[in-house]
Nanobody
């Protein structure tokens, strides 16, 4: 069982930055691919970014490319999402997720992830 705890959300003005963190329990963190998803009010959860277990491969949804960066520290069991040039449409609850057996790959499909955090609110004001 893996527990994920997100932090770093908050209120920021458009154009600002935030860095989300997600700390995972357990001793095999590097074998898990990690993803960030978000859900805005009244909308379905959507993929944001993913990183392979080893950290060598990343993938982003088009709307955040060039603005967001996903990274991980396998010693600290932590995955990060650096968000720059934030826009009001980035407002959502952000969730991190962990998928087993993904050392060398990533996924943008929510159903492939086995564990989810509780979410952290990000609000971008115009």
């Amino acid at each position: 069982q893996v527990q994920l705890v997100e932090s770093g959300g908050g209120l920021v003005q458009a154009g600002g930055s935030l860095r989300l963190s997600c700390v995972a329990s357990g001793r095999t963190f590097s074998t898990y691919g990690m993803g960030w998803f978000r859900q805005a009010p009244g909308k379905e959860r959507e993929f944001v970014a993913a990183i392979s277990g080893g950290g060598s491969t990343t993938y982003y949804t088009d709307s955040v490319k060039g603005r967001f960066t996903i990274s991980r520290d396998n010693v600290k069991n932590t995955v990060y999402l650096q968000m720059n040039s934030l826009k009001p449409e980035d407002t959502a609850v952000y969730y991190c997720a962990a998928g087993r057996g993904m050392y060398g790959r990533y996924s943008y499909v929510s159903g492939t992830y086995d564990y989810w955090g509780q979410g952290t609110q990000v609000t971008v004001s115009s």
